[in-house]
């Protein structure tokens, strides 16, 4: 797939999602939230069964668009199969790799909706790992190559092996066009352009007889590339030429992928399932990453629209007190660096920010309630060691969301007739 010209988004990365909350928008209640979204607290509870079927219809809208289910949504740029022309084509006119991914980059996400009915004490992130895993190992440790960022890859490429081209009877993990030994599907695929936008087209991509082989064609790519004699495309990746797989993923960027998120998205895979410990021989994990530093979350106070405004960003605190839009209040709690992603969202007819864990949350709201997605705003601590708590005010339009870590403030608030909606997410 052409994504060279895809201005992607920070990705994603949301492994938990916030239980039964209720955001009101221009005073309405979203009841797709409180449906759609998964009970957490401390204790994980089973969803119910208007939430599974609300997950079924996401998992439906990321597979690759191949049958007749898209033909009424996109009716108008199908052309007739037998008319027409499938791209055969392996790379771009630049040399990039082009593939199919099931899931755009703006929004993947380390937990997939899809995925959030099926949890077990295994889960299905890790079932996915287990599958891929020994056969990279070996295949990356005899290739000057790390299993980490294979692995990585194969997750983003394949959305999890959710793709219908990642399974049987294709196998094909990295969506890479062409053929592979004269065997090749045709299928569907989004492609970008400024002139069109998205739009579908047929093309053909490698079918492989098991996940082994996609994963040795892969390394077949990053070793034997070559656009000029001696010169190999990927050789920034190898081991041997960088100092660890941070920069492998940086000299991926703009040529295994374009998309300019490409390398960071793979870096925050591989850290928060810790896939380095593929990379040596033993197991373990070499030049284990340090502890995550904290991050100030310095709070606001707008008096007009009685707004609480948190960001992790001091050059932006600095300026909202600078031009008298708020008054700062402090530092209301530590974020760690790495984690569950927590995303922020802006209201420009309510003039409010909303701060949320769940992507489902974030779907609903700006694809239903005219709410603009602004990225991930800070991180949620995976070792739950502090509550932030959420609650909601259902006589304000604006800064009717409040989130703090101290439960005397949420009990006076509960006084005053604040709701109480539980764990937003954990600070460090």
């Known amino acids: 797939m052409r994504i060279k010209e895809i201005i992607c988004s920070v990705i994603v990365l949301g492994s938990l999602s916030v239980s039964g909350f209720k955001v009101y928008a221009e005073n309405s209640t979203i009841s797709e939230i409180s449906s759609a979204s998964e009970v957490q607290d401390s204790t994980m509870t089973t969803e119910t069964s208007s939430s599974s079927e ?19 949504v996109n009716e108008s ?14 790379y771009d006119s630049l040399g990039n790799l082009q593939f199919h991914h099931p899931v755009r980059f703006e929004d993947f996400t380390l937990d997939p909706p899809a995925f959030r009915s099926a ?122 030429n960088t100092k660890s ?17 490409y390398g960071s998205t793979l870096n925050t895979v591989i850290a928060n399932y810790n896939l380095t ?12 990453t340090p502890p995550s530093k904290s991050i100030p979350m310095y709070r606001l106070y707008n008096p007009n629209n009685y707004e609480h405004f948190y960001t992790a ?10 031009i008298g839009w708020g008054k700062y209040e402090g530092i209301a709690w530590n974020a760690p660096s790495t984690g569950a992603s927590v995303y922020r969202l802006y209201n420009s007819t309510l003039r409010d920010h909303h701060y949320t864990l769940d992507w489902n949350e974030v779907k609903v709201l700006t694809t ?5 997605y602004e990225g991930v705003a800070w991180y949620s601590d995976n070792n739950k060691s502090v509550k932030i708590h959420r609650l909601f005010n259902p006589s304000l339009r604006s800064g ?13 608030l509960k006084t005053r007739g604040w709701k109480y909606e539980g764990i937003g997410w954990y600070a460090k």
């Open 277 to 288: 410990q593929y990379d040596s021989a033993d197991g373990s994990t070499p030049n284990p």
């Open 368 to 372: 239903k309630h005219k709410w603009t």
């Open 54 to 72: 609300a997950l079924k219809e996401v998992q439906e809208t990321t597979e690759p668009v191949q049958t007749e289910e898209r033909d009424s």
């Open 77 to 90: 740029s199908e052309v007739n199969e037998e008319e027409s022309v499938v791209d055969e084509a392996e």
């Open 400 to 412: 009717s969301h409040h989130y703090t870590k101290d439960q005397n403030e949420v009990n006076v």
């Open 119 to 240: 949890r077990s004490a295994l889960s299905t992130q890790q079932t996915f790992i287990n599958q891929i895993a020994a056969s990279a190992k070996t295949l990356a440790n005899a290739n000057n190559l790390y299993a980490s960022v294979m692995i990585a890859q194969a997750i983003v490429e394949s959305g999890w092996g959710a793709s219908t081209l990642s399974k049987a009877p294709n196998y094909n993990l990295f969506g890479i066009k062409g053929e592979y030994n004269g065997q090749s599907v045709i299928m569907k695929t989004q492609e970008w352009s400024a002139e069109q936008g998205w739009y579908y087209i047929d093309a053909k991509f490698r079918k492989y007889p098991s996940f082994k082989e996609s994963l040795n064609d892969n390394v077949t790519i990053l070793k034997n590339t070559s656009f000029s004699p001696g010169v190999y495309y990927y050789s920034g990746a190898w081991k041997s």
């Open 313 to 322: 960003n001091l050059n932006e605190k600095n300026h909202l007190v600078k």
């Open 245 to 261: 797989y941070k920069d492998a993923t940086a000299w991926l960027t703009g040529r295994y992928a374009t998309a300019p998120n």
